[in-house]
């Protein structure tokens, strides 16, 4: 009896026959491995069948810790191989482990030697035992030191990475992550999410410690029968479209690298995402138009053939830059011409069933004329564009992240124009966040009928990323195979107050000096104070009334002028390669991004936010990666998640008298990813679950019920609504979320100490994790009541409702139909959402808007009485539990209309007067869906941006569509009776009023 790992076991002697020194011999040949092992292991049971023992056969013969595989698949030293590879040829080694070469399982690696000779490369599959054994490093080095690699293919797992010093450094080369998928082509084929939560975590996540792109499947496990013996084995079967694939991408690469950068023909694309007046080329914190203008000379100073105008885009500041290029790519002509029969010869190349859909969903290919036209700028060999919308019908905004509709054919005309009709190299990427990463397709390890994959097709995609946003980096990398370079989010900062609350905290700062010296004077000033909070909105915010006694309504109102006071934004946007305040990171993100365009390794690095204490994320200009899934949450993240789920507790019970009994929160990916995983540790912590760890590893193993009596309050009715980023990335944790609330729900405990189980009591289902169907992103409230027909708030809670439903858990996180939601949206007592990052807030897009103000408005459309919680973590150790309205008034306030801000973006010209609207946009989302806005504070902005003559003036100036869509959007408020304004002259055409 042998055991079925390496190691002897002892026990098993008792249940053998033979001695055990006879048993240990045989177990010999199995721990050494390979086919000649495998038949001296034979000759050895032969020989104790005939009365002897093995020891008469050869020895085992362990095979080295690397070797080389020759062209029949025999083991050869890897130094011959390497001698006998043709020396003109690109280098290309292909990591793959030992073991399985052992066992025989190589057809993988050869099938992707075969398509990367085929397009002349030098294949060497190298087995070997670990990229971590000493052994194995030493011999890596030294095959680089003689010959350096063009790229490196791994189908290896994990990160070997230890520290900055790691041997495949030394290439300098990219690595392409190959995946030998754990389970079944079909089951594969049949996912939407394409890995498994342990493939996901080993195979995706982990890699990209190691700074490896890509997640390209090129085999997959079946079982298969031996036609000689009829034995019956599970191996890893190669995909040859797969293997195609990446043999493509290789080519992409090495091709790139090996032409001279005078001659390399470069795409630069901003997004135009979400699509309203004045968002072109929008982007996460970044001024994208300064940007092309600043990477523009970076290409140009570089070696890169520009044109004799490159120097225009580098002239002026921010707002100059950026007023030219955009003008030309919004108003210029459309000189860009891609023929439509070079789009219907590619069309015939792709799948059947990619183009079925396609035609299904857009007909036959049409443009005016005989072919498809597009706004460019071209500098010589680098050609800037806005990326087209993903849909041009009227259903544009509604197809952004349909996971049926494919791209319209003038989509896909213009990244095959790319490369048919400019031929470029690569792929720059700029701004967080385009629709290419979104297009319909699995989540990771996509197929050949994935849209992401039809389009980039052997593409090297670069992609500056802000280094803050790392849940929305994660599909950029795994289906694009994209080189995410972060880059710094704009400096945040606390400026003294500005505006109605600088006056408000005068005037409370005077009533008090009054109150001593001159009680009639202090009479006038304390009704002075009560107005104009009344009028800004200040007093609906912190809960003043008239009929509150006047010392309490000073002492919220201060308190709330102070909470003001101390509200850190951002002060501009960040141009990429330039930072003053850090330019170690400035000069990273300019040398990554050359070093990424000449072919070479762009070094990994963490991707969180630098506000947040996370200086590891510093200097930007690496190649991002996230955290080990399985290790979230981290220890400290269930320390503050703890903190953060008392925070809401106690100021629930401060306004209500009592703890909330169910409760709502939202999910993303990207603060989970931030913080380690304080949101989903909060939502453990008010279940009374605690997560559990391996010691050693530091990884969640699951999680441990709190006894009652160690409790701090009733375990509460949790109900998790997740973004589709968040399902895509952490199956694991939505099984573990599941499982606890499942065991909470299971206990015997008295009603009033456990609202789960009394819910189960009740008969009310077990599912509490709830989101879109999988492959949708969003909760499509939003952009219902920015762009949609609708009339009553009830309309946009349908829609989140509609959005919300599919239930999600199981040990893989999967989803299925549920329309549960409404119950727990009903039923709920509070909603909370948790803002993780100083600088970033509520009103920075309508992404929160949608979660947040979709819960308000279907709470109220199903008669529900949810409190809005707005839950402030930037300061992990002092969580800030605030209402919506006190939040949203905070923001306005403190920053919408704050001086410094304002000026701050107008510096920046169209990007930052686009930053304007998108804040107003997501203010008008919450008057849409919640009472939580106070008319003073549309008053207040529009005091503040149109009343102000010299600051309408600029943000005209500076982006005329975003001053159209800020004054309709105004307009659009008044009409729909969101904003009853006080003042007079709100009438006038913006601009017209005079600021007082």
């Known amino acids: 009896m042998l055991p079925g790992d390496d190691r002897l076991d002892d026990r098993l002697a008792q249940y053998g026959t033979v001695p055990p ?56 030293p890897w130094d011959a191989a390497l001698a006998a590879l043709p020396s003109d040829r690109a280098l290309v080694p292909i990591l793959v482990y030992r073991s399985g070469v052992a066992a025989g399982d190589a057809a993988m690696a050869r099938a992707v030697a075969g398509a990367l000779a085929d397009r002349g490369h030098a294949p060497l599959v190298l087995a070997l035992t670990s990229l971590k054994d000493p052994i194995v490093a030493a011999e890596l080095g030294a095959l680089i030191a003689r010959r350096k690699p063009a790229l490196i293919v791994a189908a290896t797992a ?50 990209e410690f190691d700074g490896r792109l890509g997640t390209i499947p090129v085999a997959f496990k079946a079982d298969v029968t031996d036609a000689a013996t009829g034995l019956a084995s599970r191996r ?19 091709a790139l690298a090996g032409k ?84 219907r010869v590619w069309l015939a190349t ?47 905004k509604a197809r952004y992240h349909d996971p049926d509709a494919p791209p319209d054919h003038a989509y896909l005309a213009f990244y095959i124009g790319l490369r048919r009709r400019a031929g470029v190299d690569a792929l720059i990427h700029l701004g967080t966040h385009g629709t290419m990463e979104w297009l319909p397709g699995k989540a990771a390890a996509l197929s050949p009928g994935c849209w992401p994959r039809l389009i980039s097709r052997g593409l090297p995609v670069i992609y500056p990323y802000v280094v803050d946003d790392p849940g ?179 100021r629930h019970r401060q306004d209500h008298g009592d703890h909330p009994r169910r409760i709502v929160m939202d999910l993303w990916a990207s603060p989970t990813l931030r913080s380690g995983g304080e949101d989903i540790a909060q939502a453990l912590a008010l279940m009374g679950v605690e997560p559990s760890w391996d010691h050693a590893s530091t990884r969640v193993t699951g999680f441990s019920v709190v006894p009652q009596p160690k409790l701090a309050h009733p375990r509460l009715d949790v109900t998790l609504r997740i973004s589709g980023a968040f399902r895509d990335t952490f199956p694991a944790q939505i099984g573990l979320l599941d499982a606890a609330a499942r ?63 599919h239930a999600y858990g199981g040990a893989e996180g999967e989803g299925r139909a549920d329309l549960g939601f409404s119950a727990r949206v009903r039923g709920a007592d509070a909603f909370v959402h948790a803002s993780d990052t100083a600088g970033r807030d509520i009103l920075e897009a309508s992404s929160a808007a949608d979660v947040i103000g979709g819960f308000a408005a279907a709470s109220e459309r199903l008669g529900g009485k949810a409190v809005l919680y707005s839950l402030d973590t930037s300061s992990p150790d002092r969580p800030r539990a605030r209402t919506l309205a006190e939040d949203i008034a905070r923001i306005v306030h403190g920053r919408l209309t704050h001086r410094r801000w304002i000026d701050g973006h107008l510096a920046h010209g169209w990007r930052g007067a686009a930053e304007l609207a998108e804040a107003l946009d997501a203010l008008f989302v919450y008057a849409a869906s919640t009472d939580a806005v106070a008319d003073g504070l549309f008053d207040a902005v529009h005091q503040a941006w149109c009343g102000d003559a010299a600051t309408w003036a600029a943000l005209q100036a500076a982006n005329a569509p975003a001053a159209a869509s800020i004054a309709a959007r105004l307009d659009e408020a008044r009409r729909r009776v969101l904003w009853r304004s006080r003042r007079n002259s709100i009438g006038l055409a913006p601009g017209r009023e005079a600021a007082a």
């Open 260 to 343: 001279p950068r005078g001659e390399r023909r470069l795409a630069l694309v901003m997004s135009d995402y979400p699509a309203r007046g004045g968002r072109a080329g929008f982007a996460v914190g970044l001024d994208t138009p300064a940007s092309v203008a600043a990477i523009s000379a970076l290409l140009a100073q570089a070696g890169y053939d520009l044109g004799r105008s490159a120097h225009e885009l580098a002239c002026g500041g921010p707002s100059d830059r950026g007023a030219r290029l955009m003008t030309a790519l919004t108003t210029g002509p459309a000189d860009f011409a891609v023929p439509l029969a070079d789009y």
């Open 743 to 805: 065991a909470v729900a299971a206990l015997d405990e008295p009603d009033d100490w456990n609202e789960p189980a009394a819910a189960r009591r009740r008969g009310e289902t077990g599912a509490r994790i709830f989101g879109a169907a999988p492959g949708r992103y969003g909760a499509a409230m939003a952009d219902l009541a920015l762009d949609g027909a609708w009339e009553m708030r009830g309309e946009l809670g349908e829609a989140y409702l509609a959005a919300s439903g």
């Open 21 to 76: 020194a006879c048993a240990q011999a045989l177990l010999a040949y199995f721990q050494a491995g390979g086919v000649e092992n495998m038949r001296a292991l034979l000759a050895g049971v032969a020989a104790v069948l005939a009365g002897g023992l093995p020891g008469a056969t050869p020895p085992p013969r362990p095979p080295p810790p690397i070797f080389a595989l020759d062209a029949d698949g025999a083991p050869t």
């Open 350 to 396: 792709i799948p059947s069933t990619a183009r079925d859909a396609l035609l299904a969903a857009h007909g036959e290919p049409a443009c005016e004329g005989e072919a498809f036209r597009f706004r460019v700028v071209r500098k010589g060999n680098l050609l800037i564009a806005l990326q087209p919308p993903r849909d041009a019908s009227t259903e544009r």
């Open 472 to 650: 929305e980096a994660a599909p950029a990398k795994r289906r694009l195979a994209a080189v995410t370079i972060g880059h710094l989010p704009p400096a945040a900062v606390v400026a003294l107050p500005d505006g109605e609350a600088a006056l408000l905290r005068d005037l409370v700062e005077e009533f008090s000096q009054a109150q001593e010296m001159d009680p009639r004077r202090a009479a006038i000033v304390a009704a002075d104070i009560r107005e104009r909070a009344r009028a800004s909105g200040l007093a609906q915010a912190c809960g003043v009334t008239d009929e509150m006694d006047l010392t309490m309504a000073l002492t919220r109102l201060d308190a709330h002028l102070c909470d003001i006071a101390e509200l850190p934004f951002r002060d501009g946007l960040h141009v990429y390669g330039e930072a003053a305040h850090e330019p170690a990171s400035a000069e990273a993100e300019r040398d990554s991004l050359l070093r990424a365009l000449d072919g070479r390794f762009v070094p990994p690095g963490p991707a969180g936010s630098p506000q947040r204490g996370r200086p590891d994320v510093l200097p930007t200009g690496r190649n991002l990666s996230t955290l080990d899934p399985r290790a979230i949450p981290t220890r400290a993240a269930a320390r503050l998640g703890a903190r953060a789920a008392q925070a809401v507790i106690a």
């Open 158 to 207: 994990f990160s070997a990475r230890d520290g900055g010093d790691f041997v495949l450094d030394g290439a300098d080369c990219p690595i392409l992550q190959a995946i030998p998928v754990g389970s079944p082509r079909e089951a594969w084929a049949a996912s939407p999410r394409g890995l498994s939560a342990v493939d996901l975590a080993m195979q995706a996540a982990l890699p």
């Open 236 to 254: 890893l079967v190669p995909d040859a479209e797969g293997v195609a694939a990446l043999a493509d991408l290789a080519s992409g690469w090495i």
